[in-house]
């Protein structure tokens, strides 16, 4: 069981990176093996085609997502402003890091995916789609304990948190094409200045 589990790990792990430096389209299932270093045979084990493991890969890196820098970021310990702060530095040095090993900078998995599969695959999209409604979620809480502490002003919350999440993916794609993750950095803090005005 250990070894089944270490192999689909790899398999995992490999496709991951494959996707998130290049495409999914750009990179094969026999490449895919080549790097976790694994047969064929074990790979359909696991995943029926390529298209299952793309599946699979979103719910990993969403669920390291969720529990990595996304967790730190809305740490509820954190006074809700101080969250969108540390949110920005936080994808700033993620990619960063990347940028620094691979000589390029990668983007967001979630938004390259979506640029590419949104109008290609439906089934895809919505996975996607779960994943930006979860990250809004978030936004949203922390917009609703900020209004209720008096940190901001009464706003509609959840418009707003939508358009922050927007905000966040749109400059780190700017940043993916100008390969500079300091565009992150100089442009992340104006975030905290969106807000969409509640309807009477």
Known sequence: ???????????????????????YADVGIQEICEGAKVQKGSFYHFFPSKHS???????????????????EAFDPSLPPVERLDYLVDAAYYWQKAATDIEGRMPGCLFGNLALEMSTRDDVMRAKLNAVFDRARDKFRATLDEAVQAGA???????????????????I??????????????VLGPAIKT???????
Not at 1 to 9: A, G, I, V
Not at 11 to 22: D, N, Q, S, V
Not at 58 to 64: F, S, Y
Request: glycine share 4%.
């Open 1 to 23: 069981m250990h070894l089944e589990t270490d192999t689909r790990t790899r398999i995992l792990a490999t496709a991951r990176e494959m996707f998130h430096g290049r495409s």
């Open 53 to 71: 493991l793309a599946m699979a890969v979103i719910d990993d890196m969403a669920d390291d997502w969720a529990h990595g820098f996304v967790a």
């Open 152 to 170: 901001l002003a009464a706003m509609d919350t959840e418009a707003t948190a939508s358009a922050m999440l927007a905000y966040l993916e749109g």
């Open 172 to 185: 780190i794609l700017l940043a993916k094409t100008r390969n500079d993750p300091d565009v992150i950095l």
């Open 194 to 200: 969106l807000r969409i005005e509640l309807n009477h």
